[in-house]
């Protein structure tokens, strides 16, 4: 099937993009094929994913184990990926669940991802500088601008020019696991190396999972 093979190559629609929009609201529009589609993608380890009004594709569990990183995506690429998961979508997630009473999905948190549509507002954007500011003890300005460089190629994020805002990209949304990041930002919290917005780290033992690097295993 055609829009099954779109989404394994481009990995998430880009609703900036016509042709991507118009399949959007194809795929929307239409409940049959929408189960077609994810039943074609899940016989190749693949499930389709809804997103605060964001739609791609994600490995499945078993596949991502089996298949490992295969994205490209290195050690500096990850640390960015998540501050800016946090800046841009934990963010936009956490002043959504003020302004509304959700129940969550069976096995999920409260208020946190059971949102399917986008909100009404703009997204939230973060200075390029901010990034520089946030990463520039550890890497290069020209490290950080290569990293940023494959998160725009990648869909993360969506920078028009390189000294412009940053804002979340659809792979933000739909390619990166929201409950596994939300364990690994929260293990990140609790021990101190990183502040969630709006809210100060509890003094807690980290998860089990998290080494002592930082790292999630």
């Given amino acids: 099937m055609a829009i099954a093979h779109h989404l394994l190559t481009c990995g998430c629609l880009d609703l900036a993009d016509n042709d991507d929009a118009a399949l959007y609201e194809e795929l929307m529009g239409n409940g049959p094929l929408y189960d077609r589609v994810s039943e074609r993608l899940a016989g190749v380890g693949y499930d389709l994913h809804q997103f605060l009004g964001q739609l791609g594709v994600r490995p499945r569990r078993e596949t ?26 934990y963010r936009q997630i956490k002043a959504m669940s003020r302004d509304e009473d959700i129940e969550p999905l069976p096995g999920q948190s409260q208020g946190l ?6 909100p009404d507002d703009a997204p939230p954007e973060l200075a390029a500088e901010e990034v520089f500011a946030e990463f520039r003890e550890i890497y290069s300005d020209s490290a950080i601008k290569q990293f940023l460089g494959k998160l725009r190629n990648d869909r993360f994020i969506v920078q028009r020019r390189k000294t412009d805002p940053i804002i979340a990209g659809p792979a933000l949304y739909v390619l990166v696991d929201p409950l596994r990041m939300e ?3 929260v293990g990140l919290a609790r021990r101190g190396t990183m ?3 709006d809210e ?13 690097t930082g790292e999630m295993s």
């Fill in 200 to 212: 100060t780290p509890p003094d807690e033992t980290p998860p089990e999972d998290i080494d002592d």
């Fill in 183 to 185: 364990e690994y930002v």
């Fill in 195 to 197: 502040t969630l917005p």
């Fill in 113 to 118: 991802f059971g949102f399917a549509e986008a």
């Fill in 64 to 89: 991502e184990a089996i298949g490992g990183n295969t994205s490209g995506l290195h050690a500096g690429h990850i640390r960015l990926l998540v501050y800016l998961w946090v800046q841009l979508v």
